[in-house]
């Protein structure tokens, strides 16, 4: 059984900073590729960054110069760093990891999603 949990989101001013974390827990044999997800009310679900296990990024073309996404693999948490940000980055923000358990080949998991609001 495996859990995503996120933290971190909250109510921001424009132009303000947050820092999300989302741990990995339970029977765990390895974790590959860890991402952040955001849906905007009315909108898809759609991919912010992504990191690998050795930590090769991708990011969003219009978030990459705002945007920063790291892991700890000794934690198995995933973090995204969120500067100057814009009422245009309210969403939840989802958590999904690519994990192998015992036995088991690779699946993929979310967690539950965090609340990011942009407001003055």
């Known amino acids: 059984q495996v859990q995503l949990v996120e933290s971190g989101g909250g109510l921001v001013q424009p132009g303000g900073s947050l820092r999300l974390s989302c741990a990995a827990s339970?029977?765990?044999?390895?974790?590959?590729?860890m991402a952040w997800y955001r849906q905007a009310p009315g909108q898809a679900r759609a991919l912010v960054a992504d990191?690998?296990?050795?930590?090769?990024?991708n990011y969003a073309d219009s978030l990459k110069d705002r945007f920063t996404i790291s892991r700890d693999n000794a934690k198995n948490m995933v973090y995204l760093e969120m500067n100057s940000l814009k009422p245009e980055d309210t969403a939840v923000y989802y958590c999904?990891?690519?994990?192998?358990?015992?036995?088991?080949?690779?699946?993929?998991?979310w967690g539950q999603g965090t609340q990011v609001t942009v407001s003055p």
């Open positions: 990191i690998t296990k050795i930590g090769a990024t």
């Open positions: 339970g029977t765990i044999t390895s974790v590959y590729t």
């Open positions: 999904g990891a690519v994990i192998i358990g015992p036995g088991t080949g690779p699946e993929a998991y």
